[in-house]
């Protein structure tokens, strides 16, 4: 298999098999084989009918759903190069992204994305607009033929033939794009079914942005090369009814998913003194059960806690969940516990969009949270001088698409890309730190990852979002978004969670800020990332007194 859209075509025997479902007008509809094929082929005829060629570049920028998987599949199997962007990004940078790929082509949600664009005053592509044609896009309706004339073709190409190119949403600077071939991607989809083995009972509910390479990758080649059916969820506010609905048996998600819906739990739970009481047992015993460590007798009440505290919890999330997958962003610690204790395996792992992006991960039958587990097959890994993990395998990225000087920065000679994160190892498994080039230097030289601080402080549920600051400073100080307005008590709780760490790794100042950080406010990347940049601008005054005191 050379071609992604190879994914698909190995289903075809089986026309009727259901793949998808996605909500409209105002009911569930499914998509069966013979469906997604046909749609896939109609989005090809248009795609030649536009004069497209094998390796030019065709940008997306849509809701989850068939139109985003179909149009991708149609593209890929004519040698077309994809271009995902993120549907909550800004217009500037997603125009950005238009004009340094040279999109021949983009495909729009909605006509308010095209007078977004259009605001910008850039060179834009052709524009197709999915739900109307106004603002200068044509309407899908009219832009798609009624029927295709042939069948889903899939052009024969070379393993390194480029397949996308995904912009990373960048913390810092203009976005590099990463530059993945059908043989990267293939490559860490079959490694990655070695670590969550689908079978055809499975199904799963598609929760992130299939413009992030974790859930296009996890969330839909995956289980597109298992052939086990995929919902769409309908947005954050719906995801409890549609766990409901579909009841899968596999979550993929950031760990800020798992953060909500713990958070929920504890609130409800908390107004009763005997339920959350029961419920901190459940979960230290299931902890201790998970550990070995578990006596007879304790093993016994577990199973009984399990039926009446567990299990009416764990039937919010749909009540068949087998296997919950986090990635891209570290789990705290108290997150997997919790989760664990209760009955759900919960695995974390860890990759980057330039490795397509699945680095490594915990195994559900050798899962220790406190690592993101071994390095998947074919994939190795080692940690430089400046203890930097370096990674080299068959799903490492071609480089960055026109800026062959970033290139050189991160991939060397021998094939070895630099992630530049901070790694350690515990029997075989990697452990994650922050970023090399993030670390903060306090004014006496002493020196801590901004990351495993906010980690270790976000443990207490007081604090939704932070980001440490004191670069160059005496001291570290704190700006997080909190409903809580007394910044001496956040100072006293947000030590309390940091005695793990060097004493000179101390809050000694915090900001407290009520509005939380956003995408639309410019203070998050579309992965859900901080903007450090942009938050330390935000705030300059507020910070610039801190160290005025």
């Known amino acids: 298999m050379t071609n992604l859209a190879q994914l698909l075509a190995q289903h075809l025997a089986t026309p009727e098999k259901i793949l998808y479902s996605q909500f409209e007008d105002g009911v569930w509809r499914d998509y069966s084989v013979a469906e997604v094929a046909g749609l896939a082929a109609r989005w090809q005829q248009a795609l030649r009918r536009e004069g497209l060629l094998a390796g030019d570049r065709v940008a997306l920028c849509l809701k989850n759903g068939v139109n985003w998987v179909t149009l991708d599949l149609a593209a890929l199997g004519l040698g077309l190069v994809v271009v995902p962007l993120y549907l909550e990004d800004n217009a500037e940078n997603m125009a950005w992204c238009l004009r340094d790929s040279g999109a021949r082509l983009l495909v729009l949600e909605n006509a308010r994305q095209c007078l977004a664009l259009q605001a910008c005053e850039a060179d834009l592509p052709p524009l197709v607009c999915v739900q109307d044609g106004a603002a200068g896009g044509v309407a899908l309706a009219i832009w798609l033929p009624p029927s295709a004339m042939a069948e889903f073709e899939i052009q024969s190409l070379a393993p390194d033939a480029l397949a996308t190119i995904v912009y990373t949403s960048g913390t810092t600077g203009r976005p590099k794009g990463v530059m993945l071939s059908h043989g990267n991607i ?157 009955g759900l395996n919960l695995i974390q792992g860890y990759g980057l969009t330039e490795a397509a992006p699945v680095v490594a991960a915990n195994r559900a039958w050798d899962n220790d949270p406190e690592t993101v587990g071994a390095p998947l097959a074919q994939v190795e890994t080692r940690i430089n001088a ?67 601080v906010e980690i270790a402080i976000l443990d207490d549920p007081l604090f939704e979002q932070v980001m440490l600051v004191g670069e160059g400073k005496p001291f570290f100080s704190l700006l997080a978004v909190t409903q809580e307005p007394d910044e001496k008590a956040l100072v006293r709780r947000a030590n309390a969670q940091l005695k793990a760490f060097p004493r000179y790794v101390r809050i000694r100042r915090v900001i407290s800020i009520s509005e939380a950080w956003t995408v639309e406010n410019g203070l998050l990347t579309p992965t859900q990332k901080v903007k450090r940049r942009a938050v330390e601008e935000r705030y300059a005054q507020r910070i610039k007194q801190l160290y005025l005191r």
Not at 188 to 209: C, F, I, K
Not at 386 to 399: D, Q
Not at 410 to 423: C, I, S, Y
């Open 186 to 342: 293939l490559a860490n989809v079959l490694a990655s079914s070695e670590v969550v083995n689908l079978h055809g009972e499975d199904s799963l509910l598609s929760l992130l942005p299939l413009s992030h390479m974790f859930e296009r990758t996890c969330g839909y080649y995956l289980p597109l090369a298992a052939g086990i059916k995929v919902a769409y969820a309908r947005g954050i506010q719906q995801v409890g009814e549609d766990l409901a609905h579909h009841r899968p048996t596999v979550m993929i998600a950031v760990p800020r998913v798992f953060e909500r819906f713990l958070a929920r739990m504890e609130k409800v739970l908390s107004e009763s003194f005997i339920k959350y009481a029961l419920f901190r047992l459940t979960i230290h015993l299931g902890w201790r059960r998970f550990q070995g460590r578990a006596s007879a007798p304790e093993k016994w009440l577990y199973v009984l806690l399990q039926r009446i505290v567990a299990a009416p919890i764990l039937a919010r999330l749909g009540g068949r969940l087998a296997l919950a997958v986090a990635g891209g962003a570290k789990v705290e610690l108290r997150i997997s516990r919790t989760f664990i204790g209760l």
């Open 386 to 452: 400046a203890g930097e993990l370096l990674v080299r395998g068959p799903s490492v990225m071609l480089g960055y698409w026109n800026n062959p000087e970033a290139s050189a920065k991160v991939l060397d000679a021998d094939g070895w890309l630099n992630t530049g994160d901070l790694a350690g190892m515990k029997n075989g498994k990697i452990m994650i730190g922050g970023r090399s080039k993030d670390i903060l230097v306090l004014s006496n030289g002493e020196k801590a990852s901004p990351q495993d």
